[in-house]
């Protein structure tokens, strides 16, 4: 049987990661987690299913992360993880792959660009083509990145937030910042241990957060019952508490973003602030799903803020589109020169 020929996108988050296909026209969506057997010394489970170990596991198992800040840390993990999305996305065919793009934050530099194409080269086997996290999103919010208008697009993943003002294909301004869907979960985390002696497991964390955190103070407050553990006691407890404290809780992460985006008007010009003020903000990453963004930037900016819809999956919807007209956007990808490292 002659093997099929392919093109393939992943988008590697530290919280997750999505990958595409065009053989199958399918994307999967998956938790950036494996978990570790020491004492068989090999990998035991991916994605949701390791990310449900968490706080469970006995000393034998490890949870590992194989991502921080958008990059790769360990590429001992990361080739493992990317043949786990591409079983999830191809099945077990035998498969040619003719073209790989790779999302990478604004914030890294050309060196380390160049350093981690070679490194997926080296696992991949095939050329691999770099695409910049805040251009993917806007192109899978819809936008048209080639037009003479200013956009601002304001990426909210789970280790970094990339704010970028685009226009003609390129970035006119990008801020990177640590304040990101993780440094909310620490921060409630934080938050319930100093303030009311209370530890509540990462996973935990995670879903009362999206549940009912809120970045606008004003949305409407009631009790919520959280369980977790008492820290003096060690004994399980069930702890009530108002919603706003979850919203007091994030603030200081929500405002250095909103600081972000004010730095990032700072270097409009008088055109790109009309674009702007017609078109609005984008946001676009899991963290835009959280209630309220609406209200504080249209407040403190005064335009409108658009979430396209799963903003979490922009990106890869993004580098889907790339694939599917690749000479129409080859000039914003940084390209391979060889296959070889």
């Not at 080296?122 to 691999?128: D, E, F, I, Y």
Request: glycine share 8%.
């Amino acid at each position: 049987m002659p093997a099929v020929t392919y093109q393939i996108a992943f988008d590697l988050g530290t919280s997750y990661s999505a990958a595409y296909s065009d053989i199958k026209k399918k994307t999967v969506w998956e938790p950036t987690v494996m978990a570790f057997d020491k004492r068989k010394q090999k990998i035991v489970a991916y994605g949701s299913r390791a990310k449900s170990m968490m706080g469970f596991t006995p000393p034998h198992l490890e949870i590992l992360q194989p991502l921080k800040a958008g990059v790769a840390c360990d590429f001992d993990l990361v080739n493992p993880f990317l043949q786990f999305l591409t079983k999830q996305i191809t099945g077990r065919r035998k498969l040619f792959v003719s073209r790989i793009l790779v999302c990478l934050p604004y914030g890294t530099t050309s060196v380390e660009a160049r350093a981690y194409r070679n490194q997926l080269q080296a696992n991949l086997l095939t050329k691999v083509h770099l695409v910049r996290q805040p251009l993917a999103a806007a192109i899978g919010a819809g936008l048209d990145i080639f037009e003479s208008k200013g956009k601002i697009i304001v990426n909210i993943g789970g280790g970094i937030t990339e704010i970028a003002l685009i226009s003609i294909g390129g970035f006119v301004k990008c801020v990177t910042l640590q304040a990101a869907g993780l440094a909310m979960d620490e921060a409630i985390l934080n938050h319930l241990e100093h303030a009311y002696y209370f530890s509540v497991g990462n996973q935990r964390i995670e879903e009362i957060k999206i549940k009912y955190a809120s970045v606008d103070e004003t949305q409407i407050n009631f009790p919520i019952e959280i369980k977790g553990m008492d820290r003096r006691t060690r004994l399980p407890r069930c702890l009530t508490i108002p919603k706003k404290v979850l919203t007091e809780a994030i603030t200081p992460v929500v405002e250095q973003i909103l600081e972000g985006i004010d730095s990032v008007f700072e270097m409009t010009t008088p055109e790109i602030a009309n674009d702007i003020a017609s078109e609005g903000i984008y946001l676009t990453g899991g963290g835009a799903h959280l209630p309220g963004w609406q209200r504080i930037i249209k407040d403190r900016f005064g335009v409108e803020v658009k979430i396209p819809h799963e903003p979490e999956l922009c990106i890869i919807r993004g580098l889907q589109k790339i694939l599917d007209n690749y000479d129409k956007y080859q000039e914003i990808l940084e390209k391979a020169k060889s296959c070889v490292p």
